[in-house]
């Protein structure tokens, strides 16, 4: 069993910035996609961004340019870095991670983010 621990929401402003971290409590280093999804009222959970042990990237859309997804497999933490935020990126974000030999997700938390002025 693999835990995730989002940190790092907020209350920010339209154009400010916030780092998302998820720290895992097993290794994360191998044969997986860690990913950020978000969920905003009313709203599916949708994709935000996805890198893979192989380092393969995908972001959605409507963040490209604005959003980074790295990963640092010795601390077995992902991070998303939010610049440029908007007001409809209001949602809680939660870290996944999926396995990819077995098929198995799992899931944070949950971290708030709030654009408002």
């Known amino acids: 069993q693999v835990q995730l ?3 790092g929401g907020g209350l920010v402003q339209p154009g400010g910035s916030l780092r998302l971290s998820c720290a895992a409590s097993a290794s994360i280093f191998s044969h997986n996609a860690m990913g950020w999804y978000r969920q905003a ?3 599916e959970r949708e994709l935000v961004a996805r ?3 192989g380092l ?3 972001y959605a859309d ?3 340019g604005r959003f980074t997804v790295s990963r640092d497999n010795a601390k077995n933490t992902l ?3 939010m610049n440029s935020l908007k007001p409809e990126d209001t949602a809680v974000y939660y870290c996944n991670l999926h396995l990819i030999l077995v098929s198995v997700d799992y899931w944070g938390q949950g971290t708030q ?3 408002s002025s």
């Open 5 to 7: 621990v989002e940190s």
């Open 41 to 43: 009222p009313g709203k």
């Open 62 to 64: 409507s963040v490209k």
């Open 113 to 115: 983010v709030t654009v």
């Open 79 to 81: 991070y998303l870095q």
């Open 51 to 53: 890198i893979t042990s």
């Open 56 to 58: 393969n990237i995908v």
